[in-house]
């Protein structure tokens, strides 16, 4: 039976919203092209007539999580103005994104992966990172400013820190201390010099 168009397009958004989320489970190498269409409820003989290959599926899935958590963090500041960087803070650096997977930071879940894939790849990853390091940079100073760039890519890195060591201990009350003592961290770091610190919300 033919597809039409426009089927076919929207069984192409599925696959990538699918894969987006399998992959920060599981990984890029961690689950097959049978799996993945499974998932989206499609067989593996149609991957095919929508992607290149794994790795050109590995890309739209990046981007695609990167779009998401980049939502993520507007509505936490859309939500919370007065405090916007408290807001992202009380999400990123909690226990219920610790347990998010599948919906979590791609950047914790597939940032090891995708430090051994294609260039193509990094470069997805390249243009996640830049966002969020503008938005941050927004929050902790003048944006543009080398110093607000220099404490933007601090607080990044710090926050992605925590939530991969959050993660790889079993030990729930060490990962709520970790967490804690990263989010206090960053607070330091992006008020450092002000009278009024934020604070998490």
């Known amino acids: 039976m033919r597809v039409s168009r426009e089927k076919a397009a929207e069984n192409r958004e599925t696959v990538i919203n699918v894969a987006s989320r399998l992959f920060r489970e599981h990984g890029f ?104 390091l503008e938005v941050l940079g927004q929050l902790v100073g003048e944006p543009g400013c080398e110093e607000a760039d220099g404490k933007a890519m601090s607080v990044l890195s710090t926050m992605i820190g925590a939530q991969v060591l959050a993660r790889v201990v079993n030990d729930k009350q060490l990962s709520r201390q970790i967490l804690h003592a990263a989010a206090q961290s960053v607070l330091a770091q992006a008020f450092a010099g002000n009278d009024e610190p934020g604070s998490i919300q």
């Open 29 to 132: 190498d961690g689950i097959g092209l049978k799996d993945l269409m499974k998932g989206a409820g499609l067989t593996q003989g149609a991957f095919y007539k929508q992607f290149a290959s794994k790795e050109d599926l590995a890309v739209q899935a990046s981007r695609r999580a990167f779009e998401s958590a980049s939502h993520r963090w507007s509505d936490a500041i859309e939500a919370h103005p007065e405090n916007p960087l408290g807001a992202v803070l009380s999400f990123y650096l909690s226990m219920d994104h610790r347990e998010e997977k599948m919906d979590g930071c791609p950047i914790v879940g597939l940032g090891s992966d995708a430090a051994r894939q294609s260039s193509d790849v990094k470069s997805s990853f390249e243009d996640g990172v830049r966002a969020h």
